[in-house]
């Protein structure tokens, strides 16, 4: 029976695996053709912004209500559900014409979004409590790696494929992908938190129910839902690094350290391949420090990471910043959903999801007023702040984090 039980969580881990990967690939294809997409809208600069935020709107109103349904339907079913929208959806922006239309559909598409974000990571964690093992990064790396694919993808075909056909293609693989990794994920119940003995036999349900680790199926107290918020703004801390980067961090160097637009649109690419060496390596590196300390210490190494990054006057030690920036920041969002999942189940994981999200979506246009007022280099710094905030809230719930199961 434990060998049956552990080929079971084996392949659960490989279809939520290939979940976190197509979601990364889909976005990420979108997200290549948006000056394609814009071009044949007609729409303005103000008019595009207005229309993407239509994928913002969508995703942060769906994932509180996304916990809900994780919690009434399950996880699994939830994530296949949005898997087939999310595939679905990414084709509708290139049929319209008018910016109106496309932010009707990026309403859909950042509905479709924000629900599978909210229904893996829940169903992620309950893995990695079955597993007793912290393997959240690794499914956030899945993630990362399907981004760079995606993009990489996207600007290859970009010259020779209409948006169109193109993200025609993502709904294809889309749907091909969730139709076999979802009729596993079907098939697989949700697994039961691993006995502290390490033998990871399922508990009786009335002593699962007095030890409390099934989050699922207990009502959150006050202390708990202060707990999950504040693992929240852990998330947003982090996430506001990252959407800032992925707008300005390019901007800074070619407007303010004179680098080549080449070089330039490598900034974030140091960015994003480190963060993703970051979660390839975060369960070894989660297994040796703990997570309060791999919270510090990352939001330690990203504050040092964006202020070099920010305010060095040379191109290469910019571009260190922000590779050390993304190995800080890699490991630190994985964490805070997994720990707000533990203590709150689904309705944990859409709360710090969406503060999260919100963090990603305050990130650039805080940037952009502060560039206004200060500069650039300066704005850039608010980074690093809240990253050693992160650190900071790290440290003040440590002994909270080691107490929690």
Same mark, same amino acid.
């Given at each position: 029976?434990?060998?049956?039980?552990?080929?079971?969580?084996?392949?659960?881990?490989?279809?939520?695996?290939?979940?976190?990967?197509?979601?990364?690939?889909?976005?990420?294809?979108?997200?290549?053709?948006?000056?394609?997409?814009?071009?044949?809208?007609?729409?303005?600069?103000?008019?595009?912004?207005?229309?993407?935020?239509?994928?913002?709107?969508?995703?942060?109103?769906?994932?509180?209500?996304?916990?809900?349904?994780?919690?009434?339907?399950?996880?699994?079913?939830?994530?296949?559900?949005?898997?087939?929208?999310?595939?679905?959806?990414?084709?509708?922006?290139?049929?319209?014409?008018?910016?109106?239309?496309?932010?009707?559909?990026?309403?859909?598409?950042?509905?479709?979004?924000?629900?599978?974000?909210?229904?893996?990571?829940?169903?992620?964690?309950?893995?990695?409590?079955?597993?007793?093992?912290?393997?959240?990064?690794?499914?956030?790396?899945?993630?990362?790696?399907?981004?760079?694919?995606?993009?990489?993808?996207?600007?290859?075909?970009?010259?020779?494929?209409?948006?169109?056909?193109?993200?025609?293609?993502?709904?294809?693989?889309?749907?091909?992908?969730?139709?076999?990794?979802?009729?596993?994920?079907?098939?697989?119940?949700?697994?039961?938190?691993?006995?502290?003995?390490?033998?990871?036999?399922?508990?009786?349900?009335?002593?699962?129910?007095?030890?409390?680790?099934?989050?699922?199926?207990?009502?959150?107290?006050?202390?708990?839902?202060?707990?999950?918020?504040?693992?929240?703004?852990?998330?947003?801390?982090?996430?506001?690094?990252?959407?800032?980067?992925?707008?300005?961090?390019?901007?800074?160097?070619?407007?303010?350290?004179?680098?080549?637009?080449?070089?330039?649109?490598?900034?974030?690419?140091?960015?994003?391949?480190?963060?993703?060496?970051?979660?390839?390596?975060?369960?070894?590196?989660?297994?040796? *420090?703990?997570?309060?300390?791999? @919270?510090?210490?990352?939001? &330690? /190494?990203?504050?040092? $990471? #964006? +202020? !070099? =990054?920010?305010?060095?006057?040379?191109?290469?030690?910019?571009?260190?910043?922000?590779?050390?920036?993304?190995?800080?920041?890699?490991?630190?969002?994985?964490?805070?959903?997994?720990?707000?999942?533990? *203590?709150?189940?689904?309705?944990? @994981?859409?709360?710090?999801? &969406? /503060?999260?999200?919100? $963090? #990603? +979506? !305050? =990130?650039?246009?805080?940037?952009?007023?502060?560039?206004?007022?200060?500069?650039?280099?300066?704005?850039?710094?608010?980074?690093?702040?809240?990253?050693?905030?992160?650190?900071?809230?790290?440290?003040?719930?440590?002994?909270?984090?080691?107490?929690?199961?």
């Amino acid at each position: 029976m434990p060998g049956h039980r552990s080929d079971d969580l084996v392949r659960l881990r490989v279809v939520l695996t290939a979940f976190f990967a197509l979601d990364g690939f889909v976005f990420a294809g979108w997200v290549v053709r948006i000056p394609a997409v814009k071009e044949q809208t007609g729409a303005s600069a103000s008019a595009l912004g207005l229309a993407l935020l239509g994928v913002s709107a969508g995703a942060v109103v769906t994932m509180m209500l996304t916990g809900r349904l994780c919690g009434r339907y399950g996880s699994h079913r939830v994530t296949v559900v949005c898997g087939v929208l999310l595939s679905l959806s990414v084709a509708l922006p290139p049929l319209t014409h008018s910016a109106l239309a496309l932010g009707a559909v990026l309403l859909v598409f950042g509905a479709a979004y924000g629900g599978i974000n909210v229904a893996f990571n829940s169903a992620a964690v309950d893995l990695v409590a079955a597993l007793g093992r912290p393997v959240m990064p690794s499914f956030h790396a899945a993630f990362s790696l399907g981004g760079m694919v995606g993009a990489g993808l996207g600007g290859l075909v970009a010259g020779s494929l209409s948006p169109t056909r193109h993200l025609l293609g993502l709904t294809v693989t889309g749907l091909v992908v969730t139709a076999v990794a979802g009729r596993v994920l079907l098939r697989c119940e949700v697994p039961a938190p691993a006995d502290r003995d390490g033998s990871g036999a399922r508990p009786p349900r009335e002593e699962r129910a007095a030890r409390g680790t099934d989050a699922r199926t207990r009502r959150p107290d006050a202390r708990t839902r202060r707990l999950v918020v504040v693992f929240g703004l852990i998330a947003l801390c982090t996430a506001y690094g990252e959407g800032a980067l992925a707008d300005w961090g390019a901007l800074h160097l070619e407007e303010d350290l004179g680098a080549r637009p080449g070089v330039a649109a490598a900034g974030y690419t140091c960015f994003a391949l480190a963060m993703t060496i970051g979660r390839l390596t975060g369960t070894r590196l989660l297994e040796r *420090l703990g997570l309060s300390r791999t @919270v510090i210490a990352g939001g &330690t /190494l990203a504050c040092a $990471g #964006m +202020l !070099l =990054g920010a305010l060095s006057p040379a191109v290469w030690a910019a571009l260190l910043g922000f590779a050390v920036a993304g190995l800080g920041l890699a490991n630190i969002f994985p964490i805070a959903v997994e720990r707000a999942g533990a *203590l709150a189940g689904p309705s944990g @994981v859409a709360t710090a999801s &969406t /503060l999260g999200y919100g $963090g #990603m +979506l !305050l =990130g650039p246009p805080a940037i952009g007023f502060m560039a206004d007022w200060f500069s650039l280099p300066a704005a850039l710094t608010s980074v690093a702040v809240l990253a050693a905030v992160a650190a900071a809230i790290g440290y003040g719930t440590r002994r909270v984090t080691r107490a929690e199961p």
